[in-house]
């Protein structure tokens, strides 16, 4: 069974959101510069961002763009290109094809048979696979 794992909200001002759910929740942030996405961090967290807790889940934060206009749940699969052969299968579409995210995994957007954008991610085991 592919698990929820993550969620991103997009922002047209994420200095203004960030400030609006870390006031209002308590989020914790952590901007990664170089590739313009805040880690937000719901529950406590290790020392490597992971979480230390069941029952919550850690999401992100980047400026509004292409399909990503509401916010996103993001599933987690074992091998990302059959997952996209499954989406395609079940009559979704791909929106965005699997991009490698740092040495830490792989991520893509489909959209449902209802119009919802969901996101695909599949960690790497070692560095460089893919």
Not at 63 to 73: E, L, N, T
Not at 107 to 126: H, I, R
Request: net charge neutral.
């Amino acid at each position: 069974m592919d698990k929820v794992m993550h969620f991103e909200i997009p922002a047209d001002d994420v200095e203004r959101a960030r400030k609006f759910y870390s006031s209002i929740f308590g989020w914790k942030m952590n901007f990664v510069p170089n590739m313009e996405y805040t880690i937000l961090h719901t529950g406590p967290t290790d020392k490597k961002g992971m979480v230390e807790e069941k029952a919550f889940i850690n999401g992100g934060m980047l400026k509004r763009q292409g399909c990503i206009q509401s916010p996103v749940i993001t599933i987690v699969v074992d091998n990302i290109k059959e997952a996209m052969e499954k989406v395609k299968k079940g009559h979704g579409h791909i929106l965005k094809e699997p991009e490698k995210v740092g040495d830490m995994g792989l991520s893509a957007y489909f959209k449902d048979t209802e119009g919802n954008v969901l996101g695909l991610w599949q960690p790497l085991m070692n560095p460089g696979q893919q």
